[in-house]
């Protein structure tokens, strides 16, 4: 049997080879774009408002969930994005958060015996055959370790290392493509800058580490909650940690909290990605609604530490004085600030001063207003319609590559923000972080 035969495809794992998957995505492309053009024509008739159907969601969550790795990573972000497509397709690409097709049990034991040297039964005390989850890298199974703690365990699915990395390189493809095509469209820096991070995410020693340093930036928020690592049940592919009690964002809501409770929680989330990066620039880079639990003492729980980015020193210091300037409600000036984190700017000082300054606008509203409804949200689509309309300049306004981690960190949470709806005074809750800053 050939080589490339035997990578195409582990037992229960993902198609591998770059072809197969290209072929994949190819073939889903081509279904979108169909339902697409179908739609906007009723779009015109003024029959329909959705840019894909429902049918054709289903379509794409289970070709995603199928390949995994980056391309269904994708599709979690996209899920995310309440402009994107209206509620009925995002409940079905939420699905792409924690729900993808399983392996087989057989499949995880093999995994636990080539990684930690025994069987489920000789690892743990109890350990439950069906996963709890599914998501783009591996699979999460409760259990129970011989001295009584609960805990989850995370198992990586059988050639998924390949698997990402031919996303990468097909993605890259692109990327290249696009910067021979012009120099202002020339993304390689923000694209490595991305991908090395996703490869990272395939080492689960090293998540258990970030996840230690997330506690310990953290430690000063008793309100938020890190998992304990389990290094003797840890390594490269499996990664074993407390489990936290608790519902998900999504299905925290599906109980239909009132305002108060909705306010509450988006403060915990504001805590929990701007805490530990203002003690030390270190932030959660993945914060899809499936990593945060509602605890039933009230308390939230961050789960998966895969992408936790440690920001230069420059960056990190640049933002955390900004933080302290907006609240205390002083003049910003923009062009100064975007520079010192690193931007390089290829635009006339006014003109680029006056761009950045009507985006921080955008940016600020929260902040202004003792009656915010983010129910009624509209700073992600106002900030990309801005930016649209001044493509070619932003295009001279270039963020340093770590900046990429930092939009994924702080939009996310926006869209988390949005997702739970609430209304009212945000202000306190970002005050609340200013003793950190001491």
Not at 15 to 22: A, D, G, I
Not at 260 to 284: K, M, N, P, Q, Y
Not at 314 to 335: A, W
Request: hydrophobic share 40%.
């Amino acid at each position: 049997m050939c080589s490339a035969t035997v990578m195409a495809k582990e037992p229960d794992g993902p198609p591998s080879s770059r072809l197969t998957r290209l072929r994949k995505l190819a073939g889903l492309g081509a279904q979108l774009g169909s339902d697409a053009i179908a739609r906007g024509v009723k779009r015109l008739a003024g029959s329909d408002s959705s840019a894909i159907g429902k049918g054709t969601a289903e379509k794409l969550v289970e070709t995603l969930g199928d390949l995994k790795g980056a391309a269904m990573k994708l599709g979690q972000v996209a899920s995310m994005d309440p402009d994107l497509f209206p509620p009925e397709v995002r409940a079905v690409l939420a699905r792409l958060q924690n729900e993808a097709p399983p392996m087989s049990f057989d499949r995880v034991a093999a995994v636990l015996e080539e990684e930690l040297g025994g069987s489920p039964d000789e690892l743990f005390a109890e350990f439950s055959r069906e996963p709890m989850a599914a998501a783009s890298l591996g699979q999460v199974h409760r259990a129970r370790l011989r001295d009584g703690r609960d805990v989850v365990v995370k198992v990586q699915y059988p050639g998924i290392d390949q698997a990402l990395r031919s996303d990468i390189d097909n993605l890259g493809l692109v990327v290249k493509t696009m910067a021979r095509a012009h120099r202002a469209l020339d993304g390689r820096q923000y694209f490595h800058e991305l991908a090395e991070e996703l490869a990272h995410e395939l080492d689960y020693s090293r998540e258990g580490r970030l996840a230690r340093e997330f506690a310990r930036a953290s430690a000063g928020l008793p309100d938020i909650v890190v998992p304990e690592i389990i290094d003797e049940r840890t390594s490269t592919r499996v990664l074993t940690m407390q489990h936290i009690p608790g519902q998900t964002l999504r299905t925290f809501l599906t109980s239909h909290p009132d305002n108060a409770e909705r306010l509450r929680v988006s403060g915990l989330l504001i805590r929990a990605i701007h805490g530990a990066f203002l003690v030390d620039g270190t932030v959660h880079a993945d914060p899809h609604p499936g990593n945060f639990m509602v605890m039933p003492d009230g308390r939230l729980g961050v789960l998966d530490f895969g992408s936790v980015k440690r920001f230069s020193r420059e960056f990190f210091e640049g933002h955390r004085d900004v933080f302290r300037i907006v609240l205390e409600q002083k003049p910003i000036d923009s062009l100064a600030l975007v520079r010192r984190v690193g931007f390089t700017v290829d635009l006339p000082d006014d003109e680029a001063r006056a761009l950045l300054g009507e985006l921080l606008h955008i940016a600020g509203r929260a902040l202004r207003t003792d009656d915010y409804d983010y129910a009624h949200d509209t700073m992600a689509p106002d900030s990309r319609k801005l930016v649209a309309g001044h493509a070619a300049q932003f295009l001279k306004i270039r963020p340093p590559a770590e900046g990429v981690m930092f939009v994924r960190a702080f939009g996310g949470l926006q869209q988390n923000l949005r997702l739970l709806g609430a209304r009212g005074d945000f202000r306190p809750f970002y005050r609340s972080l200013l003793p950190l800053l001491a």
